[in-house]
């Protein structure tokens, strides 16, 4: 049963940029925050954006000001718009209901920036 699918994987320059889409179930979409999360390996995952229905936003310090989570609520679909990405930044990406994750988790889409 997949209820989150990410896509947008992609190897980028430091500098530059790359969009993540998340989409989900209706039911899901509807009745929860959405949130992205990212893990790097020897990593605990961490909560980088979310995003509510009336659409409030958080970000985690350590990319705010280079990432924006938006949504489109006809296609169910979260996004995470990724610019002056860095090594750091390097992280299987996955979305969920935030902040917590209640839902199963997905595959995750990979993210490598390169130096």
């Known amino acids: 049963q997949v209820q989150l699918v990410e896509s947008g994987a992609g190897l980028v320059q430091a500098g530059g940029s790359l969009q993540l889409s998340c989409v989900t179930s209706?039911?899901?979409?509807?009745?929860?925050?959405m949130a992205w999360y990212r893990q790097a390996p020897g990593k605990e995952r961490e909560r980088v954006a979310q995003?509510?229905?009336?659409?409030?936003?958080y970000y985690a310090d350590s990319v705010k000001g280079r990432f924006t989570i938006s949504k489109d609520n006809a296609k169910n679909t979260v996004y995470l718009q990724m610019s002056s990405l860095r090594p750091e930044d390097s992280a299987i990406y996955y979305c969920?209901?935030?902040?917590?994750?209640?839902?199963?988790w997905g595959q995750g889409t990979q993210v490598t920036v390169a130096s």
């Open positions: 969920n209901t935030g902040p917590r994750a209640f839902t199963s």
């Open positions: 209706r039911s899901i979409f509807n009745s929860n925050t």
């Open positions: 995003i509510t229905g009336g659409g409030f936003t």
